[in-house]
DNA sequence: GCAAAAGTGTTGCCATTACACCCATGA
DNA sequence: TCATGGGTGTAATGGCAACACTTTTGC
């Protein structure tokens, strides 16, 4: 007897990659030269065809992995798109996943070995196939996320300044912040612990560090709080 | 030469869908008796697998109509479900879409054509495979989507009451609402228009029926205003 | 006349916004 | 000493939540 599956058509199922980073005050993310046809030479999400032993998780861990080296990174499934043309090569329905790295462990070494480049996220420059749509999404996904989950940490690094913070937030935002007024959010969720280590990087003064401590934060949620900004 | 993509396997690909109707008050979902292998018999979300010529939204379309009657039902992707074992058959990947319908339009001859009930949102049984949590993603996308746009209007009659309306929040919430306050935000946006007919089914005194205003909410957008309830 | 659902306003509070000046330091 | 970015508080406003009684009418 034929199972009932055998009748049906099978697809290529690809992850495409969404990789913020955060520098210079500006929200990037990474593309690549795609090196096969269709398309090649064309600017590109980083992806990959999943794989049979692999779930559509594990698929864009792995693409994440291979392009960064980092492991547990931050990610979010953010849409499947599914058009019939949307891939010029063959069909191909592929999932959108955005993913958040600190961008100073990323070995910049990965970038030649790529063929890869960190573009602003305000001047993304055309993209292969629908992927232009697909960042467009992320960044409303990550938007969202934000609003309501404090994940922009994991564009930071351990230690930062409220003023890189605000920076962040802006970013992802889009919209200037009122100092006064974030600050006084922010510090009220009491979530951060303040470090008695200044950074002088960006500043003769000096700006007061802080890391995101897991343990408020926890007791902040078991009290019912949101996290809006 | 072989092509880049031949190397790649190729996948199942399945739409499942959490129909959404609004009947006695509560938030109804429509369910299927499984009638293939494996898990035969089994309560399901009606679904279907993708067809070549088709794109994802296609064939949720098509599988909405198929078991509905309806087209242009209002709908939104949810989730893409890709764990390797999601299927106990075979490796199968399934995209997860709600849609809304009026329940009034529903064919309920088609209940016993394919083997479907209804069954009250609060009170869903288990499902097949991943199908409960495909529930679970739907209602949490739903409640979001409501937060933010009126989408409710597809669950209801053309006209409708606002003892009905409430009630409809109510239960996409999970929540009581305040009367004063509900009418008070309801009718601020100016969205819907009152009409001259009351509807008695439910009280001696009756309610006076309401429609939806198409144009008027476009206005109220175009002010810059969210719908919020 | 009574039960059952529809309809109606006001008040207090809290959260959000708007807003401007002093501080610390390296060059 | 001055230029640069860091840091701080208050007042006004508007939106949201809490709250109870009257109206209509079929039975």
């Known amino acids: ?55 559509l998780n594990d698929a864009a861990i792995r693409v994440l992995n291979e392009l960064t080296g980092l492991e547990n990174l931050y990610m979010e499934q953010v849409h499947a798109f599914g058009d019939v043309n949307r891939d010029s090569g063959e069909r191909v329905v592929s999932v959108a996943y955005y993913a958040l790295i600190n961008i100073n462990d990323y070995d910049t070494s990965l970038l030649d070995k790529y063929n890869a480049i960190w573009v602003k996220a305000t001047e993304v420059p055309k993209l292969v196939f629908d992927h232009s749509t697909m960042v467009k999404s992320a960044r409303q996904a990550l938007r969202k996320r934000t609003a309501v989950e404090p994940v922009g940490f994991n564009l930071l690094p351990e230690k930062f300044t409220l003023p890189q913070f605000q ?32 950074d002088k990087l960006s500043s003769k003064r000096g ?12 007791e902040f949620l078991s009290k019912g709080y949101d996290f809006t900004i």
Chains 1, 2 share one sequence.
């Open 167 to 198: 920076t962040l937030y802006e970013a992802i935002y889009g919209e200037v912040l009122d100092k006064r007024n974030f600050r006084k959010k922010v510090l009220n969720m009491n979530v951060l612990e303040k470090l008695n280590e200044k």
């Open 1 to 55: 007897m034929t199972s009932f599956y055998s009748e049906k058509h099978k697809f290529f199922l690809a992850v495409d990659c969404i990789i913020f980073g955060f520098h210079e005050s500006e929200l990037n993310l990474l593309l690549l030269h795609r090196n096969f046809e269709p398309e090649k030479g064309t600017l590109s999400l980083p992806g990959g065809f999943l794989k049979d032993s692999e779930s």
């Open 207 to 218: 700006a007061f560090l802080y890391r995101f401590n897991e343990g408020k934060y926890k």
